[in-house]
């Protein structure tokens, strides 16, 4: 970092002045520090609240943790030395390779040395006659820099929810998100699990593998497909390696950053026999594919839909041994795809153990936690352990723990106290040179997550290019392209079955916040167009100043 004197001598305390501040260290975090001081040559740091590098690959420790996208697209494409050299081990890593991938990333690119790691920044205002952000941290730094960049990521603000009584609990508790960095020893242990989204999914057959009895404590049931992991053999490395480069060009130009053929067939251009043979061909092939690589009107056709959700209601009854715990596990109440869907690893089956059991929290919903497990409605369940797969405050969590406040000293929190607006998802009318990678309003979450990261640091980092060759100091999204943009998001969310669903994606798990459909729906390739464009048109819907 370079210290600015004419600045430290007129401020109590010091303030570093820098191009840059970047805000987290993960897949974005990383790849954007990059691009700002190795590509721009910029004065850049980064502060992480966390003790190492790796973002959500930092905080998400908890057993069966791994990624639901296939390892050699859920990585970075920028460097081609990169993609060559690195190994992956299996079809879906585990936490801890992700980890060790984007830590090698940071040793390789010798990122570590502009990041501070430990340090939260609780605060940044925008000073508009310096065009300027004053960025505070929880150590007490004061740096000021010409751009604010978020990289904390869409899922990285743990949701505990409120039950009565947590305090009070006798044994341990955890949320997923926040997971200890020692072994969690189940041995022997009553384990209460509460949340059946992807964590607890993914988590549920390795608790109950250990534990002395696991119950799961069940909100809403889900569609999940099986992960079929297996190890990447050499010769499918060899493959991957040979042909990167097309498999980045079809991930870019997908809908969802996925590599794989598009389909363009709708559900009912086959017949009964031929879906059904689709659907098996893809349930045994395993992960996303089943979505994505099946049919085209998913998402748009309830009764296209239907002809999935049935699929796996049957597998339900197949896999799960008796029938009530089956019924209970299946999911009625909102169409396949609608919440994100999980994939797994013996999920259904993990109920057919002697030591599982399943309480449906819609017929006696949880009314306390006691000093020795949980109450519902029905009855107290003695634990010795809760694991909180509850999710998080998604999208805009991080965000808002934050005090952001932009021109006039206005907050974010009051900006978005009717929900998120923002333009393209990249930046906010009355927060000038702040940007937010994979912000709401941007595909992000619907996507193969680095594959969004990289469009988005690498079109703000040629829009900082751009404002250099221009000799401008301050871009800010205008209001009437912020109010066109959420208007759009929103109408093309209309246009698919994703409202049907009280999902994170509208924010409906978190009691009290606004409902709006948060991610982009309509698609990368397309977004990722309207973003050039705009570039194109010399940043259009931006007043860029001088
Ligand atoms: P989630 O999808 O939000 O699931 C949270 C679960 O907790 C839901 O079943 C929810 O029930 C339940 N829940 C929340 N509050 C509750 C309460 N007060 N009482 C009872 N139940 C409650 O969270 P997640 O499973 O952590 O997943 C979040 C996202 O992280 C995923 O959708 C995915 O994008 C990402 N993720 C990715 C991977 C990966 O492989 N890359 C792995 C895990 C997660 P309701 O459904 O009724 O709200």
């Known amino acids: 970092m370079v210290f600015d004197p004419s600045q430290g001598a007129t401020t109590e305390p010091a303030v570093e002045a820098l191009d840059a501040v970047i805000i987290g260290a993960g897949f974005s975090g990383l790849y954007m520090l990059y691009r700002a001081r190795d590509v721009l040559g910029l004065r850049a740091c980064v502060f992480e609240a966390g003790d190492g590098v790796g973002g959500t690959w930092f905080w998400n420790r908890y057993p069966g943790a791994r990624c639901d996208s296939e390892s050699f697209y859920y990585c970075y494409s920028f460097s081609e ?13 585990e936490q801890p390779e992700i980890l060790r991938y984007l830590e090698h ?33 929880s150590r007490g730094d004061r740096v000021s820099a010409r751009f604010l960049i978020s990289a904390v990521g869409c899922l990285s603000s743990a949701n505990v929810p409120e039950i009565p009584g947590l305090g009070r609990f006798e044994g341990n508790w955890y949320h997923t998100g926040a997971w200890p960095h020692e072994r969690v020893d189940f041995r022997g242990k009553r384990v209460g699990l509460i949340g059946t989204g992807s964590t607890g999914i993914q988590a549920t057959p390795v608790i109950a593998a250990e534990a002395d009895h696991l119950t799961v404590f069940q909100r809403t ?16 490395l060899r493959k991957i390696r040979t042909h990167y480069a097309e498999i980045w060009k079809r991930a870019r130009d997908s809908f969802g ?11 009912f251009e086959v017949d009964d026999e031929e879906r059904e043979q689709i659907y098996d061909q893809l349930w ?35 896999t799960v041994k008796d029938p009530d715990v089956a019924a209970r596990l299946t999911p009625t109440d909102h169409p396949f795809g609608t919440k994100r869907p999980p994939i797994d690893t013996d999920y259904f089956e993990t109920f057919n153990r002697d030591n599982v059991s399943l309480v449906d929290l819609r017929e006696s919903p ?6 020795r497990g949980i109450r519902t409605e029905a009855k107290e369940y003695e634990l010795d352990v809760i694991v909180f797969a509850t999710g998080f405050d998604a999208m805009t969590g991080s965000l808002l723990r934050m ?36 912000g709401p309003g941007s595909p992000s979450v619907l996507s193969n997550m680095p594959v969004s990261i990289e469009q988005h640091v690498e079109w703000i980092s040629a829009c900082i290019e751009y404002m250099r060759a221009h000799g401008s100091t301050r871009i800010e999204a205008t209001e009437k392209a912020e109010e066109e943009w959420v208007e759009h998001v929103r109408q093309v969310a209309d246009l698919t079955l994703f409202p049907r669903a009280s999902s994170w994606y509208l924010g409906a798990n978190i009691p009290g916040k606004k409902r709006v459909f948060m991610p982009y729906v309509g698609g990368l390739l397309p977004y990722r167009e309207r973003c050039d464009e705009v570039a194109r048109r010399g940043y259009e819907g931006f007043d860029l100043r001088p």
């Open 105 to 137: 990333v940071a040793d390789r690119f010798d990122l570590r040395r502009d990041i501070q790691l430990g340090t939260r920044v609780v605060g940044a205002r925008f000073d508009d006659a310096a065009d300027r952000w004053e960025v505070e941290t």
């Open 284 to 318: 045994q092939d395993g992960g996303f594919k089943f979505m994505w690589g099946s049919f085209n009107d998913l998402l748009f056709n309830k009764e296209a839909n239907d002809t999935a959700a049935e699929f796996i209601r049957r597998k339900i009854r197949e």
């Open 81 to 93: 030395e990169l993609s060559q050299e690195w190994t992956w081990t299996s079809k879906y890593p």
């Open 257 to 267: 950053g996925f590599p794989y053929q598009r389909v363009e067939r709708s559900a």
């Open 366 to 371: 949880i009314v306390e936690i006691t000093p």
């Open 403 to 438: 005090d952001i406040r932009g021109v006039g000293g206005r907050s974010l929190r009051e900006k978005w106290s009717e929900g998120p607006k923002t333009y393209l998802g990249l930046q906010i009318a009355g927060f000038p040179n702040f940007f937010t990678i994979t």
């Open 221 to 236: 049931p889900n569609y999940s497909v099986p992960a079929r992991n297996a190890p990447l053999t050499e010769e499918e």
